[in-house]
């Protein structure tokens, strides 16, 4: 399982060292880089494919433990900071782990080590060609994707909309995603992915499917009505 991976830290040297590291383990792929949290939202907002943070806290206008707080949907962190005393505000936010510059690159690798059992533990979905398996209501259910009218971020959970019903699985919301045929489902909201055969009308900023209306972000119309055109 590769890791999909995203720097944020304003210090050159800084990404250097984390760009080295990362290329040395096969099971992490480095996705972009960014200097500030402004270049890392346009990023989040329109990469649902970002497992994993690596985010330094101490950056200016808005620091790195504020800027993950307003992530709605957040990727796994882990932070990065020459300051110790940042330490306990990184753990109150569910932070995997905490990396105090300068850090050898066993201690990295101990960190990512814990995003991996994280992960693994946390992937409780499944696919076949035409089906996932997802774990709700301590019960596995097998889901024709075709019935899928729409998935919905709900906290720290993600509701599966079917025609009949809904799932609501402990999952994160890019993982189930990710089980999903890209020419099939696009996401079009930080919060909602949609079955584009599903969808008949476009008014605005709103879509519909059968009689549910779902918005339609800012950064994400663009995508989305190019593939609609298409289909």
Known sequence: MKINCLIIDDEPSSQIVLKTFIDRIDFLSLSNVCNNAIEALSIL???????????DINMPKISGLEFYKSL?????????????????DGFEVNAIDYLLKPFSFDRFLS??????????????AQKTDDF?????DKKLHKINTSHIRYIEAFGDYVKIHTSEKFLLTNNRFKNILHLLDEATFIQVHKSFAVNIQLVSVIDGNQLLIEDT???????YKTAFLEKFKNT
Not at 72 to 88: D, E, G, R, S
């Open 132 to 136: 996932i398996f997802i774990k709700a």
């Open 72 to 88: 709605k949907n957040p990727p796994l962190v882990i932070f990065t900071t020459a300051y110790p005393q940042y330490a306990v």
């Open 111 to 124: 960190g990512v080590n814990k995003v991996q059992e994280v992960l693994k533990q946390t992937n409780i």
């Open 213 to 219: 209306k779902i918005p339609i972000g800012l950064t």
């Open 45 to 55: 907002n329109t990469d649902a494919s970002i497992d994993l943070l690596f985010l």
